[in-house]
């Protein structure tokens, strides 16, 4: 299946932006674990503060966009797997997986693998190379 270098760069992208919003996430719910709120200390008057409450706003917006992200991936994700699914190599296969998949960077994937950087570029460039010359 054709696709575009745009395509697998936003891909991995996505995968890395999911990651992410996820550790935050994560992070968010550890600091609101256990928090109650207390009238024991709370300021009297006019404006009492709702910490909590916003706490909890911005922690259901952040796993709202979470999802979307996890949406758009998905789909975009399935492309890509079908692309790379025409990759003969199975060793080409996993370093394209763990780039436009995983979202790993090259360096890792170099570490991982037993490549160097420039064997991987290789890899991917006569990939790229193929994929957008189907393309168009």
């Known amino acids: 299946m054709p696709i575009t270098y745009q395509e697998l760069r936003r891909c991995a992208a996505l995968a890395r932006e999911a990651d992410r919003l996820r550790e935050q996430i994560i992070r968010m719910r550890a600091k609101l674990e256990g928090v109650s709120p207390s009238p024991m200390g709370t300021p009297r008057g006019g404006g009492v503060k709702d910490v909590i409450g ?72 006569r990939w790229i190379k193929k994929c957008t010359h189907k393309h168009t």
């Open 54 to 125: 916003r706490a909890i706003a911005v922690l259901d917006a952040t796993e709202r966009k979470w999802l979307r992200v996890i949406e758009e991936y998905t789909a975009m994700m399935l492309r890509v797997e079908a692309a790379i699914a025409g990759v003969d190599n199975p060793d080409h296969r996993t370093v394209l997986r763990m780039r436009y998949l995983d979202g790993e960077r090259w360096g890792e994937i170099a570490r991982q693998m037993g490549y160097t950087r420039d064997g991987l570029m290789s890899i991917n460039q």
